[in-house]
Antibody, heavy 121, light 110 residues
């Protein structure tokens, strides 16, 4: 059974940092691209960042480029998101999701339950 | 950047058909996926690659994608279909590769 379990969220002041983790199980982690998606309270889904299975390609939304860093440790089956220079508008539930293997423009077929990041003074 | 526009809300009586649109420039040239999200839960993939149905998704859910509009159709709507629905596509251009979600549609079953 595919499982994704996020952790690392919490309350942080503006300008602060956090590192989110997503522990994966039930599939060959290194074979799949992975993604972070966030959802601000009462708002819609917002793509944040993606990383290829081998970690040789990374992609970021303009809103987080230069502040967030996605990475993965395939030996630990774990995905990470380093959040720096946090802003109030980064407050959201952060989901990790697996990208289905395909030929491009692939869907996110499994999602974790999310970890909440709150940026406030 | 690429944008996907959905109606904020759709209301439908039980047993009737709900259609949710997702508008985007030449979206018919992209693979579009649809997610269902119920309150307090993570999104669930209900339609992939425009019209495919993942295992476990009822046949009542179907999708299409032509021109500038993708559509999710829910036939014989049930109370349990009440949720937020999001379309999603990959954005790829000369200077940007990423993913885009639609603005979301709340489906209310009357």
């Amino acid at each position: 059974e595919v499982q994704l379990l996020e952790s690392g969220g919490g309350l942080v002041q503006p300008g602060g940092s956090l590192r989110l983790s997503c522990a994966a199980s039930g599939f060959t982690f290194s074979s799949y691209a992975m993604t972070w998606v966030r959802q601000a309270p009462g708002r819609g889904l917002d793509w944040v960042s993606s990383i290829s299975g081998s970690a040789d390609s990374t992609y970021y939304a303009d809103s987080v480029k230069g502040r967030f860093t996605i990475s993965r440790d395939n030996s630990k089956n774990t995905l990470y998101l380093q959040l720096n220079s946090l802003r109030v508008e980064d407050t959201a539930l952060y989901y990790c999701a697996r990208e289905r293997i395909g030929f491009g423009g692939n869907p996110f077929d499994y999602w974790g339950q999310g970890t909440l990041v709150t940026v406030s003074s | 950047s690429y944008m996907l526009t959905q109606p904020p809300s759709v209301s439908v009586a039980p047993g009737r058909t709900a259609r949710i649109t997702c508008g985007g420039n030449n979206i018919g040239s992209k693979n579009v996926h649809w997610y269902q999200q119920k309150p307090g839960q993570a999104p669930v993939l209900v339609i992939y690659y425009n019209s495919g149905r993942p295992s476990g998704i009822p046949e009542r859910f179907s999708g299409s994608n032509f021109g500038n509009t993708a559509t999710l159709t829910i036939s014989r709507v049930e109370a349990g279909d009440e949720a937020d629905y999001y379309c999603q596509a990959r954005e790829s251009g000369s200077d940007q590769v990423g993913h885009v979600f639609g603005t979301g549609t709340k489906v209310t079953v009357l």
